[in-house]
């Protein structure tokens, strides 16, 4: 049984299209990040309320890495045991993925990172039948 998978992610959500002895099945996750909101800077940089501006947007960025992280664990866990993994996308974050998929021991099994526009579920679903069947 071969199990391959192709996923359309970004940062708000990833399609699984996961093909297996001919069957396609198609679920999503939404990843349910925190908008991320970037401070105006001041004109004193060494002023008080600058420091606690750049210590606020830290405690921030980690908060949001933190939930980053967690919404690629998720994608991880539900394509861990396939056999060939193709990632598409139209941002960064097809490429965050693969980094952590192979941080984590899943980078042998990735045979092709390439971008893409949004896309509905069906076109998604077409072009991983499409990308296996070559």
Do not use: C
Not at 6 to 11: A, E, I, P, R
Not at 83 to 107: D, Q
């Amino acid at each position: 049984m071969q199990k391959q998978v192709g996923l359309w992610v970004d940062h708000r959500k990833a399609v699984i299209t996961t093909l297996i002895d001919g069957s396609v099945i198609t679920s999503e996750i939404l990843s349910n990040l925190d908008k991320r909101v970037r401070f105006a800077s001041g004109s004193n940089a060494n002023s008080p309320d600058k420091k606690l501006l750049s210590m606020a947007e830290d405690v921030r960025d980690r908060h949001y890495e933190g939930q980053l992280n967690a919404y690629y664990a998720q994608i991880a866990s539900l394509i861990k045991d396939a056999s060939a993994i193709w990632i598409i996308g139209p941002g960064e974050a097809k490429h965050e993925l693969e980094t952590h998929l192979k941080t984590h021991g899943f980078g042998e099994g990735i045979v092709a990172i390439e971008p893409a526009d949004k896309l509905t579920n069906r076109q998604i679903a077409s072009k991983v039948r499409t990308f296996y069947l070559k």
